[in-house]
């Protein structure tokens, strides 16, 4: 019933920035978070941002607080991950995922298919 749908990695220098985004289709739930999970090769996945549809409070792992926005627009339901300052240990595969909880939970309801972002050193 829902789908989320991800572009915007791609491959670029240390420094640089990229835009993640993330289109919602399919049933809409009443209240619920969105979010971005990566996970890079031999690593566990781990939180990396989210952010509430209705209340827009959002937060961030401590790996990445002050450099990525997590942001959304209800009028085209996407969610986006502005990442600024990129460093080689944000290498990963980077999930959008949403969750009937007001807050995003390790296990969320729904993923995305997943987009690389590789961040050359």
């Known amino acids: 019933q829902v789908q989320l749908v991800e572009s915007g990695g791609g491959l670029v220098q240390a420094g640089g920035s990229l835009r993640l985004s993330c289109a919602v289709s399919?049933?809409?739930?009443?209240?619920?978070?969105m979010g971005w999970f990566r996970q890079a090769p031999g690593k566990v996945r781990e939180f990396v941002a989210e952010?509430?549809?209705?209340?827009?409070?959002?937060y961030y792992a401590d790996s990445v607080k002050g450099r990525f926005t997590i942001s959304r627009d209800n009028a085209k339901n996407s969610v986006f991950l502005q990442m600024n300052s990129l460093k080689p240990e944000d290498t990963a595969v980077y999930y959008c995922?949403?969750?009937?909880?007001?807050?995003?939970?390790?296990?969320?309801?729904?993923w995305g298919q997943g987009t690389q972002v590789t961040v050359s050193s």
């Open positions: 399919g049933r809409t739930f009443g209240n619920y978070a």
């Open positions: 952010i509430s549809r209705s209340t827009s409070n959002t």
């Open positions: 995922a949403a969750d009937r909880s007001p807050r995003l939970s390790s296990t969320p309801d729904y």
